[in-house]
């Protein structure tokens, strides 16, 4: 087995080019989807996990020809690479893609994608092209990443800067559990869609509360009028369910998870 990481100059991509690594497993690495089939056949590449997409929403939204070009076309090709190649593909997509009424709303893996953003669009377009192409693909989405490490891309991150926080309910996923759960998938030769969050749910205003902030706690529906009024792509509430199984209860490991973040602060 080696495992060809792409985007592995981005946060989750690099965090699982450590975590393979730490676990003895042979392994190259792109930050970009710049990879043909001969680079791939030459070196022996058995898997390629492509974490590389364009993220930032807002970007997305005033940027769209290029996001296309990342987001859709890039992760398109790379399908049709891998099934010339004979090596398993692994496409990291979004959670994102769907949205919630109230906590009753609960999306499982085949429910009907409702993209809210141009963001949401790509991925949703990605995913439909690819299986496509390539059936045994195995597609993984998670769900608003918070980690015990201190990153820009870090949920905990992004929420700490913030004067105010929504109170309604969110799928979340674990970066510490996600990471190993993608590693089990592989060794397992799994296909097909899985939505990869932890268990339960929780609010930003709660995890804020967790973490000793000091902001003002308000509505989703305030949250979407000043979205509005800023100009700024729309977002999304998510309760994301999985037929195959979640990670660790949101419930029992969210001090840990706080904590820890907030001693990477320290250092």
């Known amino acids: 087995m080696k495992i060809l990481v792409l985007g592995s100059n981005g946060w989750l991509g690099g965090l699982f080019l450590k975590h393979l690594e730490e676990h003895g497993i042979e392994t190259a ?6 990879v043909n089939a001969f ?38 090709n790379i399908a049709k690479v891998c099934k010339m190649a004979g ?17 009753n709303d609960i999306k499982f893996e085949d429910a ?35 980690s015990e490490v201190s990153h820009p891309r870090n949920t905990l991150d992004k929420i700490a800067k913030y004067k105010r926080l929504i109170n309604c309910q969110e799928s979340i996923t674990i970066v510490e559990d996600l990471l190993p759960r993608i590693l089990q998938l592989i060794l397992d030769n799994c296909s ?15 995890m804020g509360h967790i973490a000793g902030f000091t902001f003002e706690e308000y509505t989703k529906k305030d949250l979407d009028d000043q979205i509005r009024e800023e100009g700024k792509a729309p977002r999304v509430s998510t309760i994301v369910g999985s037929y195959n199984g979640y990670l660790p209860h949101i419930g029992g490991r969210i001090k840990e998870v706080i904590e820890k973040w907030k001693n990477t602060l320290k250092n």
């Open 192 to 206: 097909g869609v899985y939505n990869v969050v932890n268990e339960g749910t929780i609010s930003p205003a709660q």
């Open 87 to 103: 090596a398993k593909y692994i496409f990291i997509s979004s959670a994102c893609i769907f949205q919630s009424k109230d906590v």
């Open 29 to 34: 690495h792109c930050s970009h989807h710049d």
């Open 39 to 76: 680079q791939i056949l030459e070196t022996g590449i058995t898997h390629v996990v492509n974490f590389a997409s364009s993220t930032n929403i807002d970007w997305c939204e005033k940027n769209k020809n290029r996001t296309f070009w990342n987001n859709v076309l890039g992760a398109v």
């Open 112 to 146: 009907v994608p409702q993209p809210g953003c141009f963001y949401t669009e790509t991925k949703v377009l990605a995913e439909k092209l690819i299986k496509e192409i390539d059936p045994d693909v195995l597609i993984v989405r998670p769900r608003l990443p918070i």
